[in-house]
């Protein structure tokens, strides 16, 4: 079935580290790509899309290129700040264009300053 | 707009006991999904409602566990009887599907512990 796969961590940077978030994915078609985001105490938010092959998604610095050829919707950012310190999960709907979104296991990055 | 509103942010109970969490979608918004989160399996998918009617609850783990959406602003996810391997943090989200591909709008969660 769809599924997402991407790292866990957790990982610990310093400010101003560059920080990449590998995500790949399963799936039937070309469903919509989706990267969120979880704060401390908070629920999760949209951080950036992209829906369809080679688009790519960007957002508070954030960037992420859907690429069909690797199956991949990598997460990156050139210069991480210390409020970026949150749990990233990346997403696909089920079976291509169903509201249910698979979320992957998420990853809690930690920036020290 | 006040985004979606969870209640209550944290509950302890006794194992046995009645649990039931509230959510409040955003306004206009015709989508409403409850997830769970533990750190073993992650974020699970209970059931998702639309236009207030139950679309797929197969991520329900048993009978326990009952969901309803009475109306547009309103649904309660219940536990009966709750049990300690129920702690978690359950999530409401919302959205607009009309618009394809829109965004999930969480809450901020119910942190659920079960002695």
């Known amino acids: 079935g769809d599924s997402v796969t991407q790292m866990e961590g957790p990982v610990t940077l310093s400010e101003e580290a560059f920080l990449t978030i590998n995500c790949t994915y399963t799936?039937?078609?070309?469903?919509?790509l989706f990267w969120y985001v979880q704060y401390p105490g908070e629920g999760l938010q949209l951080l950036l899309k992209?829906?369809?092959?080679?688009d790519k998604g960007s957002n508070k610095g954030f960037e992420a290129t859907y690429r069909k050829e690797t199956t991949s919707f990598h997460l990156e950012k050139g210069s991480v700040q210390v409020s970026d310190s949150a749990v990233y999960f990346c997403?696909?709907?089920?079976?291509?264009?169903?509201?249910?979104?698979?979320f992957g296991k998420g990853m809690k990055l930690t920036v020290n300053p | 707009d006040a985004g979606v509103i969870q209640s209550p942010r944290h509950e302890v109970t006794e194992m046995g006991q009645e649990v039931t969490l509230r959510c409040k979608p955003i306004?206009?918004?015709?989508?409403l999904f409850w997830y769970r989160q533990t750190m073993m399996r992650g974020l699970e998918l209970l059931i998702y409602?639309?236009?207030?009617?139950?679309?797929?609850d197969s991520g329900m783990p048993e009978d326990r566990f009952s969901a309803k959406m009475p109306n547009a602003s309103f649904s309660t996810l219940k536990i009966q009887p709750s049990e300690p391997r129920d702690s978690a943090v359950y999530f409401c989200?919302?959205?607009?599907?009309?618009?394809?591909?829109?965004?999930?709008?969480f809450g901020n969660g119910t942190r659920l512990t079960v002695t």
């Open positions: 997403a696909l709907p089920l079976q291509g264009g169903s509201e249910k979104l698979v």
């Open positions: 992209a829906t369809k092959a080679d």
């Open positions: 989200a919302s959205s607009l599907n009309r618009a394809r591909n829109s965004p999930l709008h």
């Open positions: 409602f639309n236009n207030n009617v139950p679309i797929d």
């Open positions: 799936a039937t078609g070309y469903p919509s």
């Open positions: 306004s206009g918004h015709n989508s």
